[in-house]
Structures are given as C-alpha cells and as structure tokens.
C-alpha cells in the first residue's frame, strides 16, 4: 500500500521534532556532534529519515540557527508581557535578551555562527525572516514609544535597535568570556548601558533639526 502523504502541518511539525532533537543534540555535546545519524538515534527513527526534511547538514543548521532567533524573539516578546513605559521595556528587553543569552550561551552563540564556505544563510528566508523579526521586537518598542513621544529619537528606531543589541551582546560576550574586572557585572552594567544608549539616540534639544542620522 502506497504511503499516505503527510499534509503541510504534519511535515512542519515532523521538522519541529527534528529541530528539536538537533537542539538537543547540539547543546548536550557540540556542533561537531550533530549528524543526520545522531539527530535519528535521538528520535529512535533510522538515520535517513530526516533527510525528508533536510536536504543536507547545511540545511539543518541554517534552520536551528533561526530556531535560535526565534527563542531569543520570544524571550523579549515575554519579558514585555505587561511593562508599560518606554524606558522600563527598554530595560525590559535588554534584560530578557541578557539573561536569555547567559542561560543558554550554546544556543545564542548558534545565532551568529556562520556556516564555512556557503551561502545558505543569505539564501534561507526562513533564517532571514527569523533575524528580521526578532530584532523589530526592539524595533517596534523603540518606535512605539517615539511615536508616544516619550522619546525624541536622533536617528530612526532601526539604528536605535541595532545599537541596543550591539550593546547587549557586548556585555554577553564579556560575561561569557569572564572578562569583567573589578566588580562589575552583566547585572550592574545594564542600567547603565540603558543610561548610555538613550544619551546616545536621543535628540539633544538644542541641537538644530535637521535630517537625523540612519534616517530615510
């Protein structure tokens, strides 16, 4: 008997079980860990059953690499769960995307690898649109509150949020990398970097109006 085929959602959630299994494989003992062969032991399947899914390791990773943004989309998209004032959401993600970077330093390192001689990453819209949409979340917040005038922005929400999350992972790479001296600390240094940012992307009120810098 002919198998029957597997309707969108089926296969979208077989993908799931795989990228979970991945994950799982991947944080227990590495990236060089992670094979077709490892990933169905772990899902007591044989090893070219999530070929169907994948078409290759490449694949598989550039889709546990936007598993990853969309994790760190949603640890922000929780953090604001009902914070109001555009400073406390400011501290609000930069917080989440912290403490979701420093519980899971696997994982969040997998957002910024890049596969060695490919080009998937620019070709996989699925990684594409994870990156893009994890990063509005900071976007939008910065946006929401120009557009409540809580804050007069010198440059557009985008730069601002490119420089929230500069900041962010600057302070996640020195944690991780245990390069804090005298005391300080991913927790001490947060308000502070929230402090700096807003100096920086604020407009200065006596600083003549002109077209503001990253802007259209």
């Not at 994870?130 to 900071?138: G, I, M, N, Y």
């Not at 557009?156 to 390069?179: K, N």
């Amino acid at each position: 008997m002919a198998r029957q085929a597997m309707t969108e959602a089926q296969v979208q959630a077989r993908r799931e079980q795989i990228l979970d299994a991945t994950m799982a494989v991947f944080e227990a003992d590495g990236l060089e860990a992670v094979s077709f062969r490892r990933v169905a032991a772990h899902l007591g399947c044989s090893y070219s059953a999530p070929y169907r899914y994948f078409a290759s390791k490449d694949e598989l990773l550039t889709a546990l690499r936007a598993r990853a943004f969309r994790w760190m989309e949603q640890a922000m998209l929780e953090a604001l769960a009902g914070v109001t004032g555009f400073r406390a959401r400011l501290a609000a993600l930069s917080r989440a995307f912290i403490d979701a970077a420093l519980s899971h330093p696997q994982r969040y390192a997998l957002m910024f690898f890049e596969l060695p001689d490919s080009d998937l990453a620019q070709r996989s819209l699925e990684l594409v649109a994870a990156k893009r949409d994890s990063l509005d979340v900071c976007t939008q917040v910065i946006a929401q509150g120009e557009a409540a005038g809580e804050v007069v922005l010198d440059c557009d929400p985008l730069t601002a949020s490119h420089l929230l999350w500069a900041g962010a992972h600057g302070i996640v790479s020195l944690q991780i990398a245990g390069q804090f001296v005298m005391g300080r600390s991913a927790e001490a240094l947060v308000p502070t970097m929230i402090q700096a940012l807003m100096r920086g992307i604020e407009r200065d009120a006596d600083r003549e109006v002109g077209a503001r810098p990253g802007g259209p």
